[in-house]
């Protein structure tokens, strides 16, 4: 079945709901990914979320078609970047905006332009920061791995737990205040505070909101708060291209943060290039997503939990649960699947499901049961994630 044919059959949910389920399931097992296939890689169901490691989310039809469109010209880059900047800050609202290689290299960029500024030297020099302002202040217990990409700067990154222990940290060579928005519910500072000691200072504060979305009034709220720099990712929420991000916030630091980017050759973020399809696909991700009716995604994705909970009736000591997570998850429609697991562990169901055909990622916890995320699902996927669900446990927890 070619692409086109599947995206066809996948938007026809009535056909999946009159086929008998073994049938359906074996024909959409066909039809999945099949230029994965030719390279000997399975393509899979993505009942887990928006992993990089499983490649995310998948791009919107209209930002492929922009990327599609983009693929056949040229066009001078810098005339580009600069455009695509302006029109997204026109959409949302917010001062400045540039297109990044995902939200990590926003990151990395957000941190290069508060320790650069728009000086060219400073710019050719870094990571090399001697002399230069080279502390980052980050609040210790939202410390995580994308902070990898703030430390490719060069800089140190100065631990505080509280409000108290930020103002005392900062000194002469304070570059940025660092806040990361989804690991604000760990700890003591919040972030109306972190925001005011950085005003206070005279400090830039930059926010990682990489997957604050949805809600989609995140892409204008949280930079005016007041955060002078805010990245979220292209590739999670938004639907963009895979490898693309956004920055936004001041103009003089977006200007900063461009000019350490590429197509600049001897610049740090020469290493981390977007081209013009993975721009315009952005910009067109961006349009879409802000015009989108995001009640009735949250509606179609409680349906496709709702519909899987249905399958798993009956099966003995399964319980299901349809939820929206709390702090430090994301605001949609999640299931959670428990059972008696003396029998079955949960990790050897998601084991079964993802080895079996086709593939299909959950989450999987001892302590949490098994949680299935709802929205990088395609309309007819659930009833294939139901029935595969139902036969394992079935298989495992009957008789
Ligand atoms: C996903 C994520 C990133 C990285 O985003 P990319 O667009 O994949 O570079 C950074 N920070 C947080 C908190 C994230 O969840």
């Known amino acids: 079945m070619s692409p086109a044919t599947r995206r066809k059959f996948l938007a026809a949910p009535l056909v999946g709901a009159v086929l008998p389920r073994k049938v359906y399931a074996a024909q959409l097992a066909a039809a999945h990914g099949e230029v994965y296939r030719q390279l000997g890689v399975r393509p899979l169901i993505n009942a887990a979320g928006t992993y990089t490691t499983l490649t995310g989310s998948v791009i919107h039809p209209r930002a492929r078609q922009a990327m599609e469109e983009a693929s056949r010209s040229f066009v001078p880059l810098l005339d580009l970047q600069r455009a695509a900047g302006e029109r997204i800050a026109r959409l949302l609202g917010v001062e400045s905006a540039m297109v990044t290689a ?50 490719n700067v060069g800089v140190r990154l100065v631990e505080a737990e509280t409000a108290e222990e930020v103002r005392r940290a900062i000194n002469g060579n304070t570059a940025m205040l660092y806040w990361t928005h989804i690991f604000e519910y760990k700890g003591k500072i919040a972030r109306r505070e972190f925001l005011e000691i950085g005003k206070q200072a005279g400090i830039p504060v930059f926010n990682d909101a990489a997957a604050e979305l949805p809600p989609a009034e995140n892409l204008s709220r949280i930079v005016r708060e007041g955060f002078d ?39 740090i973020g020469r290493v981390a290039k977007v081209g013009k399809e993975e721009i315009l696909g952005l910009v067109a ?115």
């Open 285 to 399: 991700a961006v349009e879409v997503y802000i015009q989108r009716d995001h009640d009735a995604d949250q509606k179609l994705w409680r349906g496709f939990m709702e519909s899987i909970s249905r399958d798993l009736k009956g099966v003995p000591t399964v319980r299901t649960e349809v939820y929206i997570p709390g702090p430090g998850g994301h605001p949609v429609p999640y299931l959670r699947v428990q059972w008696d697991t003396s029998r079955f562990s949960y990790e050897a169901c998601a084991r079964q499901l993802r080895e079996g055909e086709p593939s299909i990622e959950v989450n999987a916890s001892a302590q949490e049961g098994l949680s299935l995320a709802s929205y990088n699902l395609f309309p007819g996927e659930e009833r294939i994630v139901g029935w595969r669900l139902a036969g394992i446990l079935k298989g495992a927890l009957q008789a």
């Open 102 to 151: 995902g939200a990590a290299c926003g990151i990395m960029l957000a941190t290069a332009a508060c320790v650069t500024g728009k000086d060219p030297e400073k710019i050719r020099r870094i990571p090399d920061i001697r002399g230069l302002k080279n502390e980052v202040i980050v609040p210790k217990y939202q410390r995580n791995g994308f902070d990898h990409a703030a430390r």
């Open 229 to 267: 720099l805010v990245t979220f990712s292209g590739g999670k929420g938004l639907r963009g291209p895979q490898s693309s991000g956004l920055l936004l916030g001041r103009k003089d630091l977006i200007e900063a943060a461009s000019l350490n980017n590429n197509p600049h050759g001897d610049a």
